[in-house]
């Protein structure tokens, strides 16, 4: 039966029909069982908290399907998105293995579901099907290597400008290729744009208007068109 916020929830992991081509869950069939019979599913609405930072570490959330912000806050309140994890990932992997508090928050972005597995499960998991241990370390190395490539890109940036620019190069490896250029769906406020470049919403607001007139973007609603992705590229110089 449809859930309240209008998701097909796959109960089953060993009957999933979702595509787990690259995802956490692309594992034997062994595997599978196991994970089958550790998991707890459930389905989230928009603006669902999945974990909070410095609590302490309860287990691992794998985003079936939908998508979740993954945010730090200062002791301000000023609050930094890091990043948006796709459906495949596993959430809470550091800090589940460490056995350290959670080091980020972590907030659906859209209906979601989400299979969530308490720690001492999570663990003998890995400790019993090595392909379950190596899909662990890749999404790590993977987010290491993400993590980098952010520091990189914001920490060497000379403007808001190129930040923002360089943010919407990286959205492109995920657009859709159309005869008018590339076609991004941005289910983002303006608010949480500035806070994934660390400035401020009207800053974002007045970028986009500029970008727009220098017909670097097409926005209508939504979404997002690039006509020509070489416009973006000639704003960032690193």
């Known amino acids: 039966m449809p ?3 209008n998701l097909n929830l796959q109960h089953s992991c060993s009957n999933c029909t979702l595509d787990k081509a690259g995802r956490f ?3 034997s069939t062994e595997t599978i069982s196991s994970l089958d019979e550790m998991k707890f599913t459930g389905a989230y609405p928009k603006g669902s908290t999945l974990f909070v930072e410095g609590e302490n570490p309860r287990g691992v959330f794998i985003l079936c399907s939908g998508r979740a912000k993954l945010t730090t806050s200062s002791s301000e309140g000023k609050t930094l998105i890091l990043r948006i994890a796709e459906a495949g990932e596993v959430l ?3 800090s589940t293995v460490l056995g350290k ?3 980020v928050s972590a907030e659906t972005t859209e209906p979601s579901q989400v299979n969530f597995i308490g720690r001492d499960d999570f663990l003998r998991l890995l400790h019993l099907h090595s392909d379950a241990s190596m899909r662990t370390a890749q999404q790590l190395a993977k987010s290491y290597h993400a993590a980098q490539r952010d520091i990189r890109s914001l920490g060497l940036a000379q403007t808001t400008s190129e930040k923002l620019a360089r943010l919407l190069l990286d959205w492109c490896e995920m657009g859709e290729e159309t005869t008018r250029g590339i076609r991004l769906k941005v289910l983002m406020t303006h608010e949480e ?3 994934m470049i ?3 919403r009207e800053t974002v607001t007045r970028l986009l208007s500029q970008f727009k007139r220098k017909h670097v973007i097409e926005v209508n609603g939504s979404t997002f068109m690039i006509p020509h992705i070489a416009g973006l590229r000639d704003m960032v110089t690193i």
């Open 3 to 5: 859930t309240p916020y």
């Open 92 to 94: 809470g992997v550091s």
């Open 25 to 27: 869950c692309d594992t």
């Open 193 to 195: 744009i500035a806070q």
């Open 198 to 200: 660390g400035t401020t």
């Open 101 to 103: 508090p959670y080091e």
